[in-house]
């Protein structure tokens, strides 16, 4: 039981905006959790005589207090769990109003290759600006992945889906805690759903296409100058010094690394770099990654590569 409720967790709404999402839905033998915008469910066979739509928050936490596998009984709308001297009574959903899911019908594919390799990659690149709805996934199209914080994009050759589809960041992050082997997907236009071999699956609504052409921006390869170790620590010495603290820039050029002139400031020398002035963020997630970046483009993006063939760009500011 708790490892099925660890599985199902993350897609159980932690808010009580529309309370009947907040519950876990226990149906013939399996588990199903859903926030709305993403569903987790899977079997459990410790749950295989019970039919009930429990508070999550509070069913966990009694389960974990149990000592072994708790004895569950249901009776007159209420859920009653024990195990040695422990006793919980839980109040449950009417459990004909759960919008309970089922997978998506549509076009099937099997997953090859580093699927969860390539998604944990391009996590970090993520926007997280809900503003521009598309940039907040990554985006699986002719043979490759995007993803863009909007300053930054970067782009892995990863799984082929038969048609384009964008993975929403919610979907991105649960199959990563998740990190289970995935078998197969099946999409539709709207949704797509993810099997485990086990018989679980996570679904969620995909989002919008509506990207740029991002392919026409990103440089096959490039020649630019390798990112060391030194230049990691001198980055990460210097941005606690970033006068402004909200808006941190780093400065590049002969000097190495500097930041700009304030109340505080700080410079880490020791090699010689192009002119050009980064947001410190974008900076230390494209040398998290990268191990060669183009820095003579700027004002123009800049260009960089990584491991698992990851090329990507990163605008500069002024």
């Known amino acids: 039981m708790k490892q099925a409720l660890q599985f199902v967790r993350g897609a159980v709404a932690t808010k009580d905006l529309c309370p009947i999402l907040t519950h876990l839905h226990i149906y013939n033998g399996r588990l199903q959790g859903s926030n709305g915008r993403i569903t987790i469910d899977c079997p459990c066979p410790d749950a295989i005589n019970i039919e009930a739509t429990v508070p999550m928050g509070d069913f966990v936490k009694a389960i974990d207090?149990?000592?072994?596998?708790?004895?569950?009984?249901?009776?007159?709308?209420?859920?009653?769990?024990?195990?040695?001297?422990?006793?919980?009574?839980?109040?449950?959903?009417?459990?004909?109003?759960y919008p309970r899911q089922i997978p998506t019908e549509g076009t099937k594919s099997e997953i090859t290759g580093n699927f969860l390799q390539e998604l944990s990659l391009l996590q970090p690149f993520i926007s997280k600006d809900a503003s521009r709805l598309w940039s907040c996934g990554v985006l699986f199209k002719n043979g490759k992945a995007f993803a863009t914080n909007n300053s930054v994009i970067a782009c892995l050759p990863a799984f082929s889906f038969p048609t384009d589809v964008n993975l929403p960041d919610t979907l991105v992050n649960e199959l990563l805690r998740i990190g289970r082997r995935l078998y197969c997907?099946?999409?539709?236009?709207?949704?797509?759903?993810?099997?485990?071999?086990?018989?679980?699956?996570?679904?969620?609504?995909?989002?919008?296409?509506?990207?740029?052409?991002?392919?026409?921006?990103?440089?096959?390869?490039?020649?630019?100058?390798?990112?060391?170790?030194?230049?990691?620590?001198?980055?990460?010495?210097?941005?606690?010094?970033?006068?402004?603290a909200k808006?941190?820039?780093?400065?590049?050029?002969?000097?190495?690394?500097?930041?700009?002139?304030?109340?505080?400031?700080?410079?880490?020398?020791?090699?010689?770099l192009p002119t050009g002035k980064y947001r410190a963020e974008n900076l230390e997630?494209?040398?998290?990654?990268?191990?060669?970046?183009?820095?003579?483009?700027?004002?123009?993006?800049?260009?960089f590569k990584g491991s698992m063939g990851m090329f990507g760009l990163m605008m500069g500011t002024h």
């Open 65 to 97: 207090a149990c000592n072994g596998e708790p004895t569950i009984t249901i009776k007159d709308a209420f859920m009653y769990i024990s195990s040695g001297n422990f006793k919980v009574k839980l109040p449950l959903e009417d459990h004909s109003n």
């Open 185 to 244: 997907a099946e999409a539709d236009d709207n949704n797509i759903t993810f099997y485990y071999e086990d018989g679980a699956w996570c679904k969620a609504t995909l989002s919008s296409l509506d990207w740029p052409d991002v392919s026409r921006m990103i440089p096959d390869d490039i020649t630019g100058i390798g990112i060391t170790e030194e230049m990691r620590i001198a980055l990460s010495s210097i941005r606690p010094f970033c006068p402004d």
């Open 247 to 272: 808006i941190p820039v780093i400065v590049t050029g002969e000097n190495g690394f500097s930041t700009d002139d304030g109340d505080k400031s700080a410079t880490f020398g020791g090699f010689v």
């Open 285 to 303: 997630l494209v040398f998290q990654y990268a191990s060669e970046a183009d820095f003579s483009k700027y004002p123009k993006p800049i260009p």
